[in-house]
């Protein structure tokens, strides 16, 4: 069993739709980061959080240390939004990461 | 602030080779971190170099290895390499380590022939 499992693998929306992807672990962690990753190969860090909630325009993370669970928010989609997202955790000085999430926002 | 930058930006070699790869920081950041992404495993952490000194490292064989410059660049090499070594390599910079807030280079493809 991997060590960071997210959900789903792949997701289609039609724009304007919420979005949600899950990211849970096994392994205690210091920090939890979402990351998105653009075709061609860059990486965008998007979040980084330990604990709580944080928000950056329509993008919304949480955090759950007791249930070992993050989920990754997206309101009002967007096709620009069409990216693969990434959950990693922090454990013991190593990044782990899960296999990403490929979504797909239709006009 | 400029970029992480990392060069060459595409790279083929042929099996049993060995290659350098070159990440410039962020002006600042004197923590390097280096992954590797394929297909089949996904992202996979390398080693992370924090004022020239190897701090943490991944589960990589040895043929894979870095240094990191006074100045914060970092460099990686992997000696003979095999088919499995294609991969997207990337690297990320940052003031602390692998746990706090990285900053990603756009990578090198390496093809191994």
């Known amino acids: 069993k991997n060590e960071v499992e997210q959900s789903p693998q792949n997701l289609t929306a039609q724009e304007g739709e919420f979005i949600t992807i899950n990211c849970s672990y096994s392994v205690g962690i210091s920090a939890l980061h979402w990351l998105q990753q653009h075709p061609g190969g860059g990486i965008v860090s998007l979040f980084m959080l330990s604990s709580g909630k944080k928000k950056h325009g329509r993008l919304i993370a949480t955090i759950n240390i007791q249930e070992k669970h993050s989920s990754l928010h997206i309101t009002a989609s967007h096709p620009r939004d069409s990216a693969v997202y990434i959950c990693a955790v922090g454990s013991q000085g190593n990044l782990i990461f899960g296999k990403g999430t490929k979504l797909s926002v239709k006009p | 602030k400029a970029g992480v930058t990392q060069t060459p930006r595409y790279l083929i070699k042929t099996r049993g080779q060995q290659v350098t790869l070159s990440c410039s920081p962020i002006?600042?950041?004197?923590?390097v971190s280096w992954y590797q992404q394929t297909p089949g495993q996904g992202l996979q952490f390398l080693f992370e170099y924090f004022s020239e000194t190897q701090r943490n490292k991944g589960n990589f064989p040895g043929r894979f290895s870095g240094r990191q410059f006074s100045n914060s660049r970092s460099e990686m090499n992997v000696s003979t390499l095999e088919l499995g070594d294609s991969a997207l390599y990337l690297c990320?910079?940052?003031?602390?380590?692998?746990?706090?807030?990285?900053?990603f280079g756009p990578g090198t493809r390496l093809t191994v022939t």
């Open positions: 002006s600042g950041h004197r923590s």
């Open positions: 990320a910079s940052g003031s602390g380590g692998p746990t706090y807030e990285q900053y």
